[in-house]
């Protein structure tokens, strides 16, 4: 339904494309903003243009500022005077951050401006922003100051991302919300599932993400290698791109899984991918609320994963899905092999989670809350 903010204008503001979900939840966010609340939206990216990242043919723009490096300090001057110079020309009412590198530089230049709204997404959980030295110290400092003169709100895709910025960031709390994040169901969902019932060749577990430390992967593998033991049928599937995948082909060599570990590179079809899958794993050390832990539940796959705050709040061990401890390969083993060799409790976990991903986590829900919160910060 169109609503009130038809006619305002929201600049999106990301580090990169084409690296983790975040420029996809923005992209995404944005298409639902325009569709349903009539938010006229622009995307702009730090960075440089990514060449096999696509972008959607709805979504505006995007600008590119040009930073070969966005996350590093050296970046941040060049990238706050560009970015102020598109949103003093773009006349924004809002400028909308979504990762943390991005919120400082759009909190200085809304703060050099005056008369732009800072609304800063907090999605994930740095483990760098719990770490001391003057180095981090300053830098946390700085991300402070920006917000307090930029008059920066936040919303948090969970509770644990919420408390994990305000712990370490000492921010205002009453600056800040929590709106659960959300995908496209219609991106994923397949009328078709596989049956654990089935007899089958072969048994497909998947993971997807960056493959970057503190991801799991290594962890994953390592589960694998012992989960072959009893199913030499199974094979491992993992969708994404990052500076882990030679040493994680490595890894998987040495343990002789070459043959079973198949390395995807980034894929347009994500629904494909969930329905090849029996069962999807998520071994991450910390997480805010990942978001293809959503997509795989309304895929209809059945989920392992690990207990990351932020995965907590999605899902219920035994309920809907099955949790155990970061960095535990054999409680990742055992946990894939009970689902394997259960196939009720599969179907049933399978379809619990993807119940609570209709009632909980769509982009719909999440546009209209970031709607609302758009209309607070303009009045």
């Not at 990301?14 to 569709?35: C, F, W």
């Not at 035994?318 to 409790?345: C, F, H, M, Q, S």
Request: charged share 20%; net charge neutral; proline share 5%.
């Amino acid at each position: 339904m169109k609503d009130s903010l038809n006619g305002i204008r929201v600049l999106h503001v990301v580090p990169t494309v084409g690296e983790g979900g975040a420029s996809r939840a923005a992209i995404e966010l944005m298409d639902a903003l325009e569709k349903e609340h009539s938010v006229s939206t622009q995307l702009c990216v730090l960075g440089t243009p990514a060449p096999d990242f696509k972008i959607p043919t709805s979504v505006s723009g995007p600008i590119y500022l040009g930073a070969d490096n966005p996350n590093a300090a050296s970046s941040i001057p060049s990238s706050v005077w560009k970015l102020r110079k598109v949103m003093r020309e773009g006349r924004y009412d809002i400028v909308h951050s979504h990762l943390y590198p991005d919120s400082l530089v759009a909190a200085a230049s809304s703060a050099t401006l005056g008369g732009i709204s800072h609304l800063a997404h907090i999605r994930d959980l740095p483990p760098n922003l719990a770490e001391g030295g003057v180095k981090r110290e300053a830098k946390k400092a700085l991300h402070r100051l920006a917000y307090g003169i930029g008059q920066t709100y936040f919303v948090a895709v969970s509770q644990a991302a919420a408390d994990y910025a305000l712990q370490h960031l000492s921010l205002e709390s009453s600056r800040m919300i929590v709106v659960t994040d959300g995908v496209n169901p219609y991106r994923i969902v397949r009328d078709a599932r596989r049956d654990p019932r089935a007899e089958q060749e072969r048994i497909t577990i998947g993971a997807a993400g960056r493959l970057v430390p503190g991801k799991g992967f290594d962890v994953l593998i390592k589960a694998i290698a012992k989960l072959v033991e009893a199913k030499p049928n199974l094979v491992l599937r993992i969708a994404g791109s990052g500076s882990q995948r030679d040493p994680l082909a490595d890894l998987a060599k040495s343990l002789g899984l070459a043959g079973q570990v198949e390395f995807l590179t980034e894929i347009d079809d994500m629904a494909s991918f969930y329905a090849s899958l029996d069962i999807f794993v998520l071994a991450s050390f910390s997480e805010g609320l990942p978001r293809v832990i959503l997509e795989a539940m309304f895929a209809g796959v059945p989920i392992v994963a690990t207990d990351t705050a932020g995965t907590g709040e999605a899902i219920s061990d035994g309920v809907t899905g099955a949790v155990v401890k970061a960095g535990d390969a054999e409680g990742l083993a055992r946990a894939a092999l009970a689902l394997i060799d259960n196939p009720a409790k599969h179907i049933a976990l399978a379809e619990a989670a993807q119940k609570a991903a209709w009632q909980r986590f769509t982009i719909g829900r999440v546009a209209s809350e970031i709607a609302a919160r758009y209309r607070q910060l303009l009045q």
